[in-house]
């Protein structure tokens, strides 16, 4: 099965395609757009021209997976809408505009969806992983 990821991020927007089985996946496909959206945060609120950009970045992306013929597709954002105030008001519009209900991750979600992607390429038994986005830093200790 096919599945399409979108993490909107405060500096990138990023799409990869992955062919998953009942053991594993396979990366098919990445896009990555510089969208840069903590541009566009004023006063604390992400401006009408920012939620215009994600809104464009996603419907760049929408037209990708329907090239594609991918229909299975998660839409998540980071930092870029949780440090914001409106965030609510960020999500409707993007919803109105392209159909697609983005999930905020808390930082705790982040750190921990960023080490299970981390660890699928090395054996570490225990450590610190750490992610430095656009926007926020996640420390994720394990063991």
Do not use: P, W
């Amino acid at each position: 099965m096919q599945y399409a990821l979108i993490d909107m991020g405060s500096n990138s927007i990023r799409l990869t395609v992955y062919d998953l089985d009942k053991t594993s996946f396979k990366i098919l496909f990445k896009k990555k757009i510089m969208a840069g959206l903590a541009a566009f945060v004023k006063d604390g609120i992400l401006t009408q021209d920012g939620i215009d950009c994600a809104c464009n970045c996603l419907q760049v992306f929408q037209h990708t997976l329907e090239r594609l013929h991918i229909e299975n597709l998660a839409v998540f954002a980071t930092a870029s809408l949780r440090n914001v105030e409106n965030t609510d008001q960020a999500l409707e519009q993007i919803q109105q505009a392209t159909g697609i209900c983005v999930e905020v991750l808390s930082g705790e979600m982040e750190a921990e969806c960023g080490y299970y992607g981390a660890i699928t390429d090395v054996q570490v038994d225990d450590g610190l992983f750490v992610d430095i986005g656009g926007a926020s830093a996640e420390l994720a200790l394990f063991s």
